[in-house]
């Protein structure tokens, strides 16, 4: 199963205020300094796997085939495994704790996994909290070389992969409540909800009136297909480029006005 890139991406939960982001960059062109990186993302929330699942879920197809470096990594340094995931258009590399999955079947499907085991294809010391530069980046590179997914370490039976709970999603008549996925730069909010699940509801229809709660915060909003459906200030129902539901305020930032703060609360909408 030998296989060469041209490029790897990376998306972290590391911020950029530090040097970790760097250090993986680092590690990866002194080993393979052809290779191209594409930073998806460093701003995943900390300890976030589930946002960073969904970002890189979202962005892959649209990305060159690669081998994908994912870090949101609040197991590093315990029993959990790291893993290399072989799909139909690239690789993914990083922790078994969820991350990978959901990208994984966005690129077409696992094909093969296997267990990061290989001292040969890592940093000669590796610290128990930063496995992102000493395990991870190591292996990607290689992988850009062609170094072969099974020189890395045992098959490991997909079955087996961890799995993240799956999002709630309740559909009912002129109702719909979804736990959300993300908010986004612009106060977005992104819902688990999909165009299929508010068709469902028969709350999509462009121009009706919906309220909005997410814990104590309601507003009122209009459902949309652009942010100029409604009035600056105002709140809007959309489906997103993504195919989610989603919440928006034309010119200002819906988790402000709904207080979304903790992680995946959820939001209902009903006539």
């Known amino acids: 199963m030998r296989m060469a ?20 960059r680092g590690v990866i062109a002194q080993k393979a300094p052809k290779a191209q990186v594409i ?13 960073g699942a969904t970002i890189l879920a979202q962005v892959v197809p649209y990305l060159p085939p690669a081998v994908h470096i994912a870090v949101v990594d609040p197991g590093v340094g315990t029993a959990r495994l790291g ?14 704790n969820g991350l990978l999955v959901p990208a994984a079947g966005a690129l077409g499907g696992i094909q093969g996994v296997y267990e990061l085991a290989s001292e040969e294809y890592r940093l000669p010391t590796v610290s128990h909290t930063f496995h992102g530069r000493d395990i991870f980046a190591p292996a990607a590179a290689y992988l850009t070389l062609g170094v072969e997914p099974a020189d890395f370490g045992p098959e490991i039976d997909p079955a087996t992969l961890v799995q993240l709970p799956e999002p ?104």
């Open 39 to 51: 930073d998806v993302s460093h701003a995943v929330p900390p300890q976030d796997v589930r946002r």
């Open 168 to 271: 709630k999603v309740v559909v009912g008549s002129q109702r719909l409540q979804s736990e959300v996925l993300s908010v986004d730069h612009f106060g977005n909010i992104q819902l688990a909800a999909q165009v299929r699940d508010i068709i469902a509801t028969g709350l999509l229809l462009p121009g009706a009136s919906v309220h909005v709660q997410i814990g104590m915060h309601t507003i009122d909003a209009t459902i949309g297909r652009t942010f100029d459906d409604v009035e600056p200030g105002e709140a809007l129902v959309y489906v997103d480029s993504a195919g989610h539901v989603a919440i928006a305020v034309n010119q200002g930032f819906a988790s402000s006005l709904l207080m979304v703060g903790q992680r995946n609360p959820i939001a209902e909408i009903r006539r």
């Open 5 to 24: 890139f041209d490029w790897v991406s990376l998306t972290t939960d590391y911020g950029l205020a530090d040097g970790f982001v760097a250090a993986c």
């Open 83 to 96: 893993i290399l995931v072989v799909t139909e258009e690239g690789v993914l590399v990083g922790p078994d």
